[in-house]
C-alpha cells in the first residue's frame, strides 16, 4: 500500500538513534502517522519541524501499520516564527490540539485547508499587512476545529428570542448564542461572545483587542474541554493553556 498527499506536520518524536515517528495533518488522509528513517539527521531536522508543509509518501505493507514516510518540503512555516513567542505559542496549541483532539486517518479536508490558512496569517511579517489578524484567526481556527468533530456552535441568532442583532454571550450548555438583553440576570454565567466571531461583526475590527480574543479562547476552551478531551478523562494541551496565558 502507498499514496502521496500534502501534509501539516502536527508532531515528530525520535525513535531510536535516528529516525522519528511522523504524525501530519493531510488533506486526503487525516492525521496519519509514520516512521522517518534519517528523520533526526542535522540535514534533516528543520523539515520536520512542527508547522512545516510537506508533499509525504507513506508505504506500508497493510493499511493498518504505522508505515514510512519519505517527505520534501513543500513551505516551512516554523522558521519566520521562532524569534515570536506568542506566534510560537499559537502554533504550539495549534499542533498540540489537532495531535491530540483528531482520530486517526480520519480525512478532516475542510479542517486542512482552514489550518493553512491559518499558518499563512502566523506567517504575515509584524509589519505586513494583515500582521494584527492572525490572533483572532487562530480562535476562528478552533471554532473551526470544534464543528468539524461534529461539536458546532450555534452564534448565528438568539436562542431566546431568535434576534440576530446585539449577541452579547453564549450558553455554555447549548452552545447557542443569546443577546445581551435575553442574558438578564443569567449573564454572569454566561461565556461572552466577541464581535470578531459574529455572522454581522467585523472579523478583523477587533484583531488588537485583547480582551475579545481572551473571550474568544475562553469560548473555544470551554467547549473543547466539555465535549472533546473531557469524555475522554483528558485535560486542555499544556501547549494551549500556555499559549492563552500569554494573553493574560
Avoid at 511522523?22 to 540535514?43: D, P, W, Y
Wanted: glycine share 10%; proline share 5%.
Amino acid at each position: 500500500m502507498d499514496w502521496s498527499d500534502d501534509g501539516i506536520v502536527i508532531a515528530a518524536r525520535k525513535h531510536g538513534e535516528s529516525a522519528v515517528i511522523l504524525s501530519l495533518l493531510t488533506r486526503e488522509h487525516g492525521r496519519h502517522a509514520g516512521l522517518v528513517r534519517g528523520g533526526a539527521s542535522s540535514r534533516a531536522r528543520g523539515v520536520y519541524q512542527t508547522g512545516n508543509l510537506l508533499r509525504a509518501n507513506w508505504r506500508g505493507r497493510l493499511t493498518e501499520h504505522l508505515g514510512s514516510f519519505s517527505c520534501e518540503m513543500l513551505r516551512g512555516y516554523a522558521g519566520p516564527l521562532l524569534d515570536d513567542p506568542q506566534r510560537l505559542g499559537a502554533l504550539g496549541a495549534f499542533c498540540a490540539l489537532l495531535e491530540r483532539a483528531l482520530p486517526e486517518r480520519e480525512p478532516h479536508p475542510a479542517l486542512f485547508e482552514d489550518s493553512l490558512h491559518l499558518l499563512d496569517l502566523l506567517s504575515v511579517p509584524a509589519a505586513g499587512v494583515g500582521a494584527d489578524q492572525w490572533a483572532p484567526a487562530y480562535v476562528r481556527w478552533e471554532l473551526a476545529l470544534l464543528s468539524d468533530m461534529g461539536y458546532g456552535l450555534d452564534l448565528t441568532s438568539c436562542a431566546v428570542t431568535g434576534e440576530t442583532d446585539g449577541l452579547a454571550f453564549v450558553s455554555p450548555n447549548t452552545g447557542r448564542a443569546v443577546t445581551a438583553e435575553a442574558a438578564g440576570p443569567w449573564r454572569e454565567k454566561l461565556l461572552r461572545l466577541p464581535d470578531f466571531l459574529q455572522e454581522n461583526g467585523d472579523a478583523y475590527g477587533a484583531a488588537t483587542d485583547l480582551a475579545a480574543v481572551r473571550d474568544g479562547l475562553a469560548l473555544t476552551g470551554w467547549f473543547l474541554e466539555r465535549h472533546v478531551f473531557a469524555p475522554q478523562n483528558l485535560n486542555l494541551p499544556a501547549a494551549r493553556t500556555r499559549f492563552v496565558e500569554a494573553f493574560r
